[in-house]
């Protein structure tokens, strides 16, 4: 691979130095730039040290004397500036011909303040609730929430936001709710325009600071707030960073209260794990996968062998009679 976590790269189009936090798959890297943190395709990157040499002026490289201890950088700028919270849009292109095209849409939630926030999100597709997550981010951090086909713009997609701090502040806000509509057209030309200045991502404000209480507004503890919440949110764990060679997506292996979902949120919950893993698995180089599925109707079968179908670093996978599954398997091979 030719870059590593911690590596310095040059942002071409910029011309601005950064370096290499995560690795997205085989063709993404996830870079800091000036505090800042955000996705990159390996072309639009190099490494910095022909640059420096064309423009070593500006450079500047403090003096260091022989033996001196070098202090480690720091994960974050201690004054960094806070501009808010932010959800961001990383387009995947592909090219058919001589034409290039957007094939998928990558959603992530960017935490650009000193604040942790409890996130409720659900996506609805046509009205009908399509996934629900709770998650806990960061300061200064960012969180994948979701991908969307190009063609679920037609589905007439809507975010669902739903924050509350942690831990609470009385002179804040309960909770706070922002919805964001994806209108096609506008996003359209978005994405053209964002092609022709070479940039990655598209971000969109989703608060600058959090709300202040208002008079009325009674202060309830944070850790009452999840009594009243519907039982269909499902909670990701965060400390869940490993690839799992076996994933098991029985709904009673992933909800505590499982008997109260509908199927389509029982299937929203069971895509959300599988894509999880999935996604593990190909930026960790996994050889191979088993998702358990059961047999049932066939239909969480069948969802998963569509996201198969189009997930380009997939070799093939199997659905066959196994010793241990039965035919409640599908076994997944990677390029």
């Not at 009325?216 to 039982?231: H, I, M, T």
């Amino acid at each position: 691979m030719k870059y590593s976590i911690g590596d310095t790269i040059l942002i071409l189009h910029s011309k601005e130095e950064g370096r290499v936090v995560d690795m997205i798959g085989d063709d993404m890297l996830m870079v800091e730039v000036k505090g800042v943190t955000f996705p990159v395709y390996y072309d639009q990157v190099d490494f910095p040290y022909f640059h420096r040499f064309t423009v070593q002026k500006d450079i500047y490289v403090p003096k260091t004397q022989r033996g001196e201890e070098i202090k480690k950088e720091k994960a974050f700028p201690i004054n960094r500036e806070e501009t808010g919270v932010f959800l961001s849009i990383l387009p995947v292109w592909i090219t058919e011909g001589y034409d290039e095209r957007v094939s998928l849409l990558k959603y992530h939630l960017l935490n650009e303040t000193a604040r942790i926030y409890n996130v409720h999100f659900q996506i609805f597709l046509n009205n009908r609730l399509h996934l629900e997550i709770k998650h806990e981010v960061h300061p200064f951090q960012h969180f994948y929430l979701a991908d969307l086909l190009f063609e679920q713009l037609n589905d007439q997609p809507r975010f669902e936001f739903t924050f509350t701090l942690k831990p609470p502040d009385p002179k804040l806000a309960v909770s706070f709710s922002k919805g964001w509509k994806v209108k096609a057209k506008q996003l359209f030309l978005q994405l053209n325009d964002l092609k022709v200045k070479e940039q990655a991502t598209l971000s969109y404000l989703l608060f600058e600071t959090y709300p202040l209480r208002l008079e009325d507004e009674p202060f309830v503890d944070a850790k009452y707030l999840n009594q009243g919440v519907s039982a269909t949110t499902y909670i990701l764990n965060s400390a869940i960073e490993q690839p799992q060679y076996e994933v098991d997506l029985h709904i009673e292996k992933l909800s505590d209260d499982y008997e109260m979902l509908s199927n389509l949120e029982i299937l929203a919950i069971q895509l959300n794990e599988f894509q999880h893993y999935l996604d593990l698995a190909i930026a960790h180089h996994q050889h191979s996968m088993i998702v358990i599925h059961g047999v049932g109707k066939g239909k969480l079968r069948e969802e998963l062998h569509d996201i198969l179908k189009v997930t380009p670093e997939v070799k093939n996978y199997i659905n066959q009679y196994h010793p241990l599954y039965g035919h409640g398997a599908t076994e997944i091979f990677f390029k």
